[in-house]
């Protein structure tokens, strides 16, 4: 137990101190631009349209569409 509690304190510092310096938003910006070069927010895009359009949109709600596209989105 000890060692995921260091594990869980050395995150929550550097994610405190990825906040403080800017940096965590500078690489999520820097991972949503390679996600968009790469394709991969297109095809998830069409992914979501595929579902709604094989359920029907009065039939799929966002839960729904959420737990459809999370394998294919990870």
Not at 10 to 19: C, E, G, P, T, W
Not at 27 to 55: F, N, S, T
């Amino acid at each position: 137990v000890s060692k995921m509690n260091k594990d869980a304190q050395m995150r929550a510092a550097i994610n405190q101190k990825l906040i403080e310096t800017g940096e965590r938003e500078r690489l999520k910006e820097l991972l949503r631009a390679k996600l968009i070069e790469c394709g991969w927010k297109d095809q998830l895009k069409a992914h979501c349209k595929e579902v709604i359009k094989e359920k029907g949109l009065e039939h799929v709600t966002v839960d729904d569409l959420v737990a459809e596209i999370t394998p294919k989105g990870r």
